[in-house]
């Protein structure tokens, strides 16, 4: 619960980030914001149940966060 509480500020902080000088950009939906934070939460744990510190792994899990990530950009 501590992992998802910290990766909506992420994704809020990522968010103000992104919008431009004027303040205008895309507004994220509560609904996809707690659907990134999500998929951004669930790679550390992938990590601590594969308990392996191989690099393919840690490329494995990250490409997984993003292929999450594009999904949740496309169809929400």
Known sequence: MVLFGLMIQVVKIFQRILKDKNGKGRELSENKRYMYALVLAFGPIILLVARST???????????????????????
């Open 54 to 76: 191989q690099i393919t792994t840690w490329l494995l899990v990250a490409v997984f966060v993003f292929l999450g990530c594009f999904l949740i950009h496309k169809r929400a």
